[in-house]
């Protein structure tokens, strides 16, 4: 069976310090992955997604960005943090028309 | 584009009492249809879909039905329970490799 795998689960970060979100998948191979974040009293906005090593789509122009080094492997990256990046970040594979399935996700509090 | 409006919460109903959370959506093509849920402080589980005009999900006491004409997935459980508290995302996947989904509905279930 395939698990998705996401870490940390909590961090805290100063304004201005990388970040680097990490979430790999199991059980299944050439996944199309992706990366959403829940902010405080919003819904989910997709960040990035990915259908292949190397090929990342980016949905928001933002402070972040994201990089598949490996088939299963998904990273999720800052230079500096901003205070208004602060939020819920899950991490999900899928396969096309069908279900999208979730990490644990990692609540990101920058301070 | 594609789009999910879903109800504005938050939601609270009493214990056995009826649900329902409206969803609407907007696509170029025939989606596939999705609720999650979201338990306090865990990602997200699908719940129910559908894929397919007329289709009915259902899971745990939900249901949902894919109603093309009026552009629809609302979801219904008759007797709600302590244990259902949580938030719920409607969603759509299109033909691509993209979620659309809504801003979440927060429900809270009192004894």
């Known amino acids: 069976s395939q698990t998705i795998h996401q870490w940390p689960a909590t961090l805290v970060q100063p304004v201005g310090s990388p970040l680097s979100l990490e979430c790999t998948v199991e059980?299944?191979?050439?996944?199309?992955l992706y990366w959403y974040r829940q902010a405080a009293g919003r819904g989910l906005q997709l960040l990035f997604y990915s259908v292949g090593i190397g090929q990342i789509s980016s949905e928001v122009p933002q402070n972040l960005s994201a990089s598949r080094p490996q088939d299963r492997q998904f990273i999720l990256s800052s230079k500096k943090l901003l205070l208004s990046d602060s939020g819920f970040y899950l991490c999900?594979?899928?396969?096309?028309?069908?279900?999208?399935?979730f990490g644990q996700g990692t609540r990101l509090t920058v301070v | 584009g594609d789009s999910v409006t879903q109800m504005e919460g938050p939601v609270t109903l009493s214990e056995e009492a009826f649900l329902t959370i409206n969803c609407t959506y907007t696509?170029?093509?025939?989606?596939?249809l999705f609720w999650y849920v979201q338990y306090p402080g865990e990602g997200l589980q699908l719940l129910l879909k559908?894929?397919?005009?007329?289709d009915k999900g259902s899971n745990k006491g939900f249901e949902a039905t894919y109603r093309k004409e009026t552009t629809s997935f609302h979801l219904e459980k008759g007797s709600v329970q302590v244990s259902d508290s949580a938030v719920y995302f409607c969603?759509?996947?299109?033909?691509?490799?993209?979620?659309?989904f809504g801003t979440g509905t927060s429900l809270t279930v009192i004894p």
């Open positions: 559908a894929t397919k005009a007329d």
């Open positions: 696509a170029t093509g025939y989606p596939s």
């Open positions: 999900a594979w899928g396969r096309r028309v069908t279900e999208a399935f």
């Open positions: 059980g299944t191979s050439n996944p199309n």
């Open positions: 969603a759509l996947s299109d033909s691509g490799n993209q979620f659309y």
